[in-house]
């Protein structure tokens, strides 16, 4: 089940990447909602919300370490949960498609640009980045309720 599972978000998110390289780029801009969301091109040099800007070596090295550092707790607590299992392939599936374009671009590709009105935007993020955080909010469930279980 985690293999299917990083192995699907891998190909969803470089499909999504690929469509926004060849559609959104450069200026092709989808509004979807006015004033609030939008599918917008952007080469995202740095990490989330654009810290460490042209920092590819150190995020790559650190994917690499987050990832083999996940992958080895997965395979060794694969049984433990259903919830733990499925967190960590999606967090492992995002970084890997981030990672990814971090090698080969040299930047990554974000497309979702969440906004309110020309006030506010949130940062564009693409699939990838979705999974990473709908991973790491179901390992805080996880977590959480072993806690409460009494388990940690």
């Known amino acids: 089940m985690e293999i299917v599972i990083i192995i699907l978000g891998i190909i ?4 999504t990447k690929l469509w926004a390289l060849n559609i959104l780029k450069p200026d092709n801009d989808i509004i979807i909602i006015k ?29 690499i370490i987050l990832i ?3 992958s080895v707790y997965l395979y060794k ?8 299992s499925v967190s960590l392939s999606l967090i492992i599936s995002g ?3 981030n990672f990814y374009d971090r090698v080969v671009y040299k930047y990554v590709v974000d497309f ?7 006030t506010y935007y949130f940062p564009t993020f693409n699939v990838a980045d979705v999974f990473v955080v709908c991973g790491t ?3 805080a469930i ?8 009494g388990e940690l």
């Open 12 to 15: 969803l998110d470089r499909v």
């Open 77 to 84: 607590n694969r049984k433990k949960s259903k919830l733990l």
């Open 112 to 118: 979702i640009c969440v906004h309110y009105k020309n």
């Open 137 to 139: 909010i179901l390992l």
């Open 95 to 97: 970084a890997l498609g």
């Open 68 to 70: 083999i550092g996940l």
């Open 142 to 149: 996880y977590i959480l309720r072993m806690e409460s279980d």
């Open 35 to 63: 004033n609030y969301f939008q599918l917008a091109y952007l080469e995202n040099r740095g990490a989330a919300f654009g810290i460490f800007q042209n920092k590819i070596v150190f995020l790559s090295l650190f994917t």
